[in-house]
Structures are given as structure tokens and as C-alpha cells.
């Protein structure tokens, strides 16, 4: 069969994978990438193995019904492996989807406040404090590029680096507009108020080649301004980068030294142009459809926080979990919804494989 020769072939590659790692005869740099290349097998070998064990089992459960005293038996036996087997074959084929190049990275996030003043800027900074509870809880570190803060501790804007492996897998499908309805704390009547805040999720493009020309670019320093200690408005450490192709700007002004924010605001920017040349990619490999789930449309409305039911609804899959503190907290709920988002993706790609 096709699909049992796909598995073979796979189980023979990891062999040889295996075998190069341990040979001793590969550099560095060749080690670190047949390493990333295995372990990405590890999930659909125990799989592979399962199947195979199943398909025997079936076999030879059906030679035993030519045996009058394990007939019984292997009937049993028998019923018990046909409806395991469906479950292992949809793991399988998810586990041999294509994978995406970004997955492993880290990334970068951009909270902007929109509609509902002061309130959504509040709102920005509950989501901020959600993502930031959310990273370390996984191991992950979180360091801040950019931020403009208001009086009430929220944000107009803040841009942060989440750093651990497969954190872009995780947050991917956080890009969006998310909404939150409740009485707001600059709201002295009690009623309530709807407003939002907009989220972009970028993989960091660490490890890839993004070039940047520079006449491309210019870059522009100047006094920071706000937080930031003795050094704001005492020394132009403050760095603004333009990207005249793309029109794209970035600013950075939270490090101490012009040297680090430089390095800061280049980083972003790479990571901006790498999520552009991804979506050009993925428009002209997907015009036919467009992902429910996966679309990463910043303008999109994907999420309802509701304070006065606790609920949290995400639009896409219709999916409402009634544990808004804990998703707020960046907890296990907030895993269980990306999960779930995670969970629908995959089976839409499975329905849309020729």
C-alpha cells in the first residue's frame, strides 16, 4: 500500500538520521540541523510503530478465526483493532501535515489600543499582562522593544519579544482584534462599554535570511521620551529605522543605549518583512481559499471578553469558555482555547489536502 510505504520510508530516514548524528563525521552546523530534522520525527515514529503493530494484530487475529477454540478471541480481538485503527490513521495524518518553517521561533508581538480611549488602553494592558503570564509559564522569556504607556498603567502600543522554542506555534492564532465588554474603571455610571484592542503575532526571524539593503533604510536617532530612567531625555538613544520599500517604520526606545536600541528596532524589522514575505507566499499558495482559523487578519474580529458572564468566546471556532480570570491570567484555559484553535486548523488542512 502507498500509505505503508510513505511510513517505511520515513522510519528508514530517521534511521539514517540517527545513524549520521552519531557517526561523529558532521560538522556543527550540519549536527544542529539533522538534530532539528529528528526531532521532528519523534512525535510520528511511536505513531508509525502503533499502526504497524495494529495491522498486524488485525492479520493475525484473522487467521485465528479459522481456529475454533480462539474464534471467540479473536473476534474480540479483532473488533478491538478496527476501531483503534481510524483513531491512529487521523493522528497520523496530522502528524504528517506539512509543518510550518516558523513554528520553532520565537516571536513578536504588537498590542495596539483602538476604539474605547483610556479604557482600551487598559484593555491592551490586560492582554499584555495575559501574554507575558502565559510565556513564562511555559519557560519562555519576555523582554519589551516599545511601549507608550498612559497614566492609568495601560497601553497605547507595546511591542515585546517572546523568546522559547515553539512560541510561535502557540501564538499564532492570537493575531487579531480582541474585544472586551465590561463596566470600565473610568466609568462612574456602572454601565457597560465594549471596546478593543488590535494584536499581531510575527515569528522572530532569528536564524533566517532576511537582507536589508542599506540604502533601503534609514535610520533616525533621537531623546527618548517617558519611562525609562536617568538616561531618557539626556542622551539621543532613541532609534527610528525606515524601510523605504515597504514603507514600514519601527521604533525603539526602551534599551538604554542607542547601540541596543538600534539592535532592537533591526530585529523587529526583519521579523516584519519575514511575516510580509510569508504572506505573499501564502496568497499565492493558497488563493483558492482562505484559513478560518490561520488567516492572521489583524482587522479580524476574533475574540470577546465578557466581565459580567466571565465568558471568553472565540468567533472562529465559536468556541466560549466560561473561565475568563483564568484565561486573563494566562493559565490553563488559555491553552485549552489555543488548543482548540490548534485542533481546527489541522483538520481544515486535512479536508483541504488533494
Known amino acids: 500500500m502507498i500509505i505503508e510505504d510513505k511510513l517505511k520510508d520515513i522510519k528508514k530516514h530517521a534511521a539514517e538520521i540517527a545513524n549520521q548524528m552519531n557517526s561523529g563525521d558532521v560538522s556543527g552546523a550540519e549536527l544542529t540541523r539533522l538534530s532539528k530534522e529528528y526531532s521532528q520525527l519523534t512525535d510520528v515514529l511511536p505513531l508509525i510503530d502503533e499502526y504497524f503493530q495494529i495491522k498486524q494484530g488485525i492479520s493475525d487475529a484473522k487467521e485465528m478465526l479459522h481456529d475454533a477454540e480462539l474464534k471467540n478471541i479473536a473476534a474480540e480481538q479483532l473488533d478491538e483493532l478496527n476501531h483503534k485503527l481510524p483513531d491512529v490513521e487521523k493522528q497520523l495524518q496530522i502528524a504528517l501535515l506539512p509543518r510550518d518553517e516558523a513554528d520553532d521561533n520565537g516571536v513578536i508581538m504588537e498590542i495596539r489600543a483602538g476604539v474605547g480611549g483610556e479604557e482600551s488602553a487598559l484593555f491592551a494592558g490586560d492582554l499584555y499582562n495575559q501574554y507575558k503570564s502565559y510565556a513564562l509559564r511555559h519557560g519562555w522569556k519576555v523582554e519589551v522593544i516599545e511601549e507608550n504607556a498612559t497614566s492609568l498603567h495601560g497601553y497605547k502600543e507595546i511591542i515585546f519579544k517572546i523568546d522559547g522554542a515553539g512560541a510561535y506555534a502557540r501564538m499564532k492564532f492570537e493575531s487579531g482584534i480582541h474585544r472586551v465588554q465590561r463596566v470600565p474603571e473610568t ?154 484553535l490548534t485542533a481546527a486548523d489541522q483538520l481544515e488542512r486535512l479536508a483541504n489536502m488533494d
Open 187 to 340: 466609568e462612574a455610571g456602572g454601565r457597560i462599554h465594549t471596546s478593543a484592542a488590535s494584536v499581531a503575532v510575527m515569528p522572530e526571524a532569528k536564524d533566517i535570511n532576511i537582507v536589508i539593503d542599506d540604502k533601503d533604510i534609514r535610520i533616525d536617532v533621537f531623546r527618548a521620551s517617558g519611562a525609562g530612567g536617568q538616561h531618557v531625555n539626556k542622551t539621543d538613544s532613541a532609534v527610528r529605522i525606515t524601510h523605504f520599500p515597504t514603507g514600514i517604520v519601527v521604533t525603539c526606545q526602551n534599551e538604554r543605549s542607542q547601540f541596543q536600541n538600534k539592535a532592537a528596532a533591526m530585529d523587529v524589522l526583519r521579523s516584519k518583512l519575514y511575516e510580509k514575505q510569508r504572506e505573499e507566499q501564502n496568497n499565492a499558495s493558497n488563493s483558492a481559499r482562505k484559513s478560518m482559523v490561520g488567516s492572521g487578519d489583524r482587522s479580524e474580529k476574533i475574540r470577546t471578553y465578557n466581565f459580567p458572564e466571565q465568558r471568553v468566546t472565540d468567533h472562529r471556532i465559536k468556541l466560549t469558555l466560561y473561565k475568563l480570570d483564568d484565561i486573563l491570567a494566562g493559565g490553563a484555559a488559555l491553552d485549552e482555547m489555543i488548543d482548540a
